[in-house]
Structures are given as C-alpha cells and as structure tokens.
C-alpha cells in the first residue's frame, strides 16, 4: 500500500513563502513522477506542478510558473513545493499525486496515489 503524507501548510501574509513537503512509503519512490494540485472550496482540484522520477524534469502550470518550484529527494521518498510570492489566489487544500504514468499528467484522476492534503491560507 502505497502512502502519501503532505506537510508544511499553513498560515501566511500575502507575499510569503512556504515549502509544502510530501512523503511517500509503501512503494518505489522513484519510479514515481510526482505531481502538486490544489483544491479551493466548492471546485475541482487543478494542477499545479509535477516532476519526472529523477527530478531532472519539472512541468508547471502558468499561474506557477516563476513563483513556485517542484522538487523531490530520492533519498528521502519526499517530493517538494516551494511556494513563493503567496497571493491570496493561493489559498487552497495542496495535494501531491504519485504515478507511474507520464510526468506531464495534469489531472488529478489519471494519478495513481494521493494523499489527504495540507491547508494553505495566505492572507491579503
């Protein structure tokens, strides 16, 4: 059984940082690419970034592109986001998604594994 735990969300201004981290157990880390979507009340999750399995190779959706960076460590079975120049736009539920598919995969359904999500408010 494969495990996803994201962490690291939380309360900021807009304008802050934070890095959202996502822990994997119960499976082969790196034969996953590993994807971020997000989720506001009421709407479907929308994609915001993924990375291929050797982190070589990054996807970004556009509103993402120059203020957030995807990044994993093999080591460690945890994939990053580093979220920078937070907007109150930002705030949503942050999921991660592991799959053994294309790392191009932008929705959230083709992943194969989930995890339960981490609460990111930013404040105006």
């Known amino acids: 059984q494969v495990h996803l735990v994201e962490s690291g969300g939380g309360l900021v201004p807009a304008g802050g940082s934070l890095r959202l981290s996502c822990t994997v157990s119960g499976g082969t880390f790196n034969s996953y690419a590993m994807g971020w979507f997000r989720q506001a009340p009421g709407k479907e999750p929308k994609y915001v970034a993924s990375i291929n399995w050797s982190g070589a190779v990054t996807y970004y959706e556009d509103s993402a592109k120059g203020r957030f960076t995807i990044s994993r460590d093999n080591a460690k079975n945890t994939a990053f986001l580093e979220m920078n120049d937070l907007k109150p736009g930002d705030t949503s539920v942050y999921y991660c998604?592991?799959?053994?598919?294309?790392?191009?995969?932008?929705?959230?359904?083709?992943?194969?594994?989930r995890g339960q999500g981490t609460q990111v408010t930013v404040s105006s």
């Open positions: 998604a592991a799959t053994l598919g294309h790392p191009q995969t932008t929705s959230l359904h083709e992943y194969d594994y």
